[in-house]
């Protein structure tokens, strides 16, 4: 049972000493939460190009061995260096590459051809011709393994990256987070000692009395007193 009411009072004693930390240290809490707060409200102000998706399906009479293989060509350079000519597009192989994602759908016979692009006419363009161009030149690379258009690309005028307030609110929740840790590693690396407790914890002792904070202010309040209880009296303070 003492145990027990023991665990409770130190509880409350932690609980206690972590919102006085938080009360003390509440300007770098409020600092930090404020400038990772404005930090995520101007990187959401900043313009971000929206971004289009547009996919195409193609069929490929093949074993699975071979599907696997004809999707990597699909993203080579000798698939992808004859559509930039075609398009007339200013990008190299390697940039077109990493808008480019081929995937089995389901794990069947059935790719899909997806691209990434800041103009969604243009995405679909560019999927249509890959496929087009993969059909057309596979069977010179791996032999007679027939490739057939299953469905073209179509503009999808909706962007893939719509603009949200996601970095605001992540700066609010970093600040706080961050301005709590830095309050804690304050107080850690803070050596003044505070209160009764802490003096008695550090020197093994009893504190047997306090010495007050002597100010202007408490001189003052303390002459005024002694005037008003001679005045009181009747006593004149010479």
Do not use: C, H, W
Request: aromatic share 4%.
């Amino acid at each position: 049972m003492d145990n027990s009411k023991q665990k409770n009072k130190s509880r409350d004693i932690n609980l206690k000493e972590l919102f006085l930390v938080l009360k003390r240290r509440f300007l770098v809490i409020a600092m930090v939460t404020a400038i990772l707060s404005l930090a995520g409200y101007l990187l959401n102000q900043l313009p971000e190009a929206p971004l289009y998706q547009s996919s195409t399906r193609v069929i490929i009479g093949a074993d699975a061995a071979s599907i696997k293989t004809l999707q990597v060509i699909v993203r080579d350079s000798s698939i992808l260096d004859i559509v930039i000519k075609k398009l007339d597009l200013s990008e190299t192989s390697e940039q077109l590459a990493n808008k480019v994602s081929v995937d089995s759908v389901d794990g069947s016979q059935v790719v899909s051809i997806s691209v990434i692009d800041t103009n969604a006419v243009r995405a679909s363009q560019i999927a249509d011709m890959i496929a087009a161009v993969f059909k057309e030149e596979v069977p010179k690379i791996v032999g007679q393994d027939y490739i057939r258009i299953l469905s073209k690309a179509k503009i999808n005028p909706i962007s893939i990256n719509p603009k949200t307030n996601k970095k605001t609110i992540y700066g609010i929740i970093g600040g706080i987070v961050g301005g709590i840790g830095a309050a804690f590693f304050l107080e850690t690396i803070d050596d003044r000692v505070r209160s009764k407790k802490e003096l008695e914890e550090l020197l093994d002792v009893p504190v047997l009395g306090r010495i007050p904070k002597i100010n202007k202010r408490n001189i003052k309040r303390k002459v005024n007193k002694i005037k008003l209880d001679a005045d009181v009296r009747g006593e004149t303070i010479g």
